[in-house]
């Protein structure tokens, strides 16, 4: 069982930045696609970014690309999501998730096996 606890997430102005943190309890690390996703209140849970398993390539969303910045460090067993130019509609549960599998579906909550409990990010207008 992987458990992946989340920290970082905050009350910021739009416009400003936040670094949120993922940590895992497994090793090997690499071994798992690591991914952000996000929930807004009352939609659904939409995926933000992932790093695919051993090839350490990212694929971001369309509306953070150019803003959002995910990282991983093998060492640590942790990834990180470094947010800026954050706006209003960011605004939302953030939460990391992980499986073994590699790229297929990287976009889709589906794919997951293993989630965080979530970190909220609030960007006030």
């Known amino acids: 069982q992987v458990q992946l606890v989340e920290s970082g997430g905050g009350l910021v102005q739009a416009g400003g930045s936040l670094t949120l943190s993922c940590a895992a309890s497994t090793r090997p690390f690499n071994f798992y696609t690591m991914s952000w996703l996000r929930q807004a209140p009352g939609k659904e849970r939409n995926f933000v970014a992932a790093?695919?398993?051993?090839?350490?390539?990212?694929y971001y969303a369309d509306s953070v690309k150019g803003r959002f910045i995910m990282s991983r460090d093998n060492a640590k067993n942790t990834v990180y999501l470094k947010m800026t130019s954050l706006k209003p509609e960011d605004t939302a549960v953030y939460y990391c998730?992980?499986?073994?599998?590699?790229?297929?579906?990287?976009?889709?909550?589906?794919?997951?096996?293993?989630w965080g409990q979530g970190t909220q990010v609030t960007v006030s207008s």
């Open positions: 998730a992980a499986d073994l599998s590699g790229a297929s579906d990287y976009y889709s909550q589906n794919k997951y096996d293993f």
């Open positions: 790093t695919i398993r051993r090839t350490g390539t990212i």
